[in-house]
């Protein structure tokens, strides 16, 4: 499905407030009611638009430890990387992981709820891990900035 204009203005509206109305949605973008909804369909049906998420607030939450990890791993054997990948896929803390170039194989940003449990995270789970050969730990003093914003 090849974008066009109007998909960019719904896709940049629906990042702002996935929970306007179809109605007010289509008058931002200037459509009709109808075109709109056909529209956003496409793009769901497409894989465009991958879902809907609520924004929380990780610290009214209780969740105020906030880190980015950088691993390096000993060797690229597909055994070593299947194994840390399904490890990072089985926990809830690891809110986002990336294969990157650079010196760290893998960026891991992780939520906890205070030093304690990120303690716990590690010495049960990366710690463990065959197949790392370096941890580097940066705490996230203050958010600035997150989540995706796609514009045309």
Known sequence: MELEDRDWRLLEQLQTDARVTNQDLAERVGM??????????????????SGYRASVNARRAGMDFHAILHVQLTRHTREIVDRFIAEVLRHDEVLDCFATTGRADYHLRILCRDLDAFNAFMERTLFRLDGIAHIQTNLVLRHIKSGVAIRG
């Open 32 to 49: 009709s009611p109808s075109a709109c909804w056909r529209r956003v369909r496409q793009l769901e049906e497409a894989g465009i638009i």
